[in-house]
């Protein structure tokens, strides 16, 4: 199987999955989103494989969120299938997995990368990690679960603070919330990821996928949320507000939100 937006290396029962677009900072565009369900699903069903680790190629970003230039032109119907889409395509698709995933995020984590990390059953990060969810200062929500899975992680009022000022937090941060399991220098954060993944990788594989449902299950109680989100998601794409986030981060300089 060959990739145009990913790597992919099988070692030891662990596959490795690196996101390619480093110039893009591993910006998820939508031809990424269907790669990641193809490798995930592939590797889903790999009785070879017990872990799954997931990265962005380099040193800056894991993903720096899903591809702006890609959806900014998109209208309320446009936006609504994008989120429901890579909804079904890759972050509830990763979530419910039978083999666990390991977001090794060496880097920044924004937006749709930290929502990617989110749907992943662990996360360890680099020290230089930075993490947030700025959608609101490009005129939009978070669009890919992170409505949902990151109160579930740390709690509704660090949720709300995150989402609200659209502000980055560090890898230390992160961890004293709890978004993060462990830290690690750059480069360390693969070693350490691997024995993680070697330590599940010894436990009998039908427990540990039985111990993903099993899990999954006491959080799943709102599917409805996720429709809330997709349907005020893609509401955002009718406002101007929402023209104006992204074109001035497409022409870098400051938005000028006007409250429509
Ligand atoms: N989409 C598209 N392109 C992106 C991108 C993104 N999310 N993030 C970075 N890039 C591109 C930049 O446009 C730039 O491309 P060019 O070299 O062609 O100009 C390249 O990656 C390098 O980025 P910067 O020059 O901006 O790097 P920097 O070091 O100055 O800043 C950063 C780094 C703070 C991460 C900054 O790139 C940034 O703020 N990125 C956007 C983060 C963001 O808003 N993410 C949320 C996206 S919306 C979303 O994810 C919706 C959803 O929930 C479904």
Redesign the pocket.
């Known amino acids: 199987m060959t990739f145009e937006q990913l790597h992919l290396k099988k070692e030891n029962k662990i596959a490795f999955v690196t996101i390619t677009r480093e110039?893009?900072?591993n910006?998820?565009d939508s031809a990424t989103i269907q790669e990641l369900h193809e490798a995930f699903s592939v590797l889903d069903i790999d009785s070879q494989v017990r872990a799954i680790v997931i990265m962005g190629q380099g040193q800056?970003?894991f993903v720096?969120?899903?591809?702006?230039?890609?959806f900014s032109s998109f209208n309320q119907q446009q936006g609504e299938a994008?989120?429901r889409l890579?909804h079904e395509k890759l972050f509830a698709f990763v979530e419910n997995l039978s083999t666990p995933v390991i977001a090794a995020i060496n880097g920044?984590a924004?937006?749709?990368?930290l929502?990617l990390a989110l749907s992943c059953h662990m996360r360890v990060a680099s020290d230089n990690a930075r993490m947030g969810?700025?959608?609101v200062?490009?005129g939009?929500?978070?669009?890919?679960g992170?409505t949902r899975r990151l109160g579930q992680i740390i709690g509704k009022g660090r949720a709300h603070q995150m989402v609200a000022t659209g502000q980055m937090i560090s890898a230390d941060k992160a961890m004293q919330w709890g978004l993060v399991n462990e830290i690690y220098t750059q480069e360390e954060l693969v070693p350490k990821a691997t024995e993680l993944a070697l330590k599940i990788a010894a436990n009998a594989p039908i427990s540990v996928s039985h111990s993903i449902k099993a899990i999954n299950a006491q959080y799943s109680n709102s599917v409805e949320s996720f429709e809330t989100e997709i349907q005020l998601?893609g509401a955002c794409f009718a406002t101007n507000d929402f023209k104006e986030g992204t074109s001035a981060?497409?022409e870098?300089r400051k938005p000028d939100f006007k409250g429509n």
Do not use: N, R, V
């Open positions: 110039k893009k900072l910006a998820l800056k970003a720096a969120g899903a591809d702006i230039a890609e994008l989120s890579g920044y924004l937006g749709g990368g929502e969810l700025p959608e200062t490009l939009l929500i978070p669009g890919y992170g998601f981060f497409l870098k």
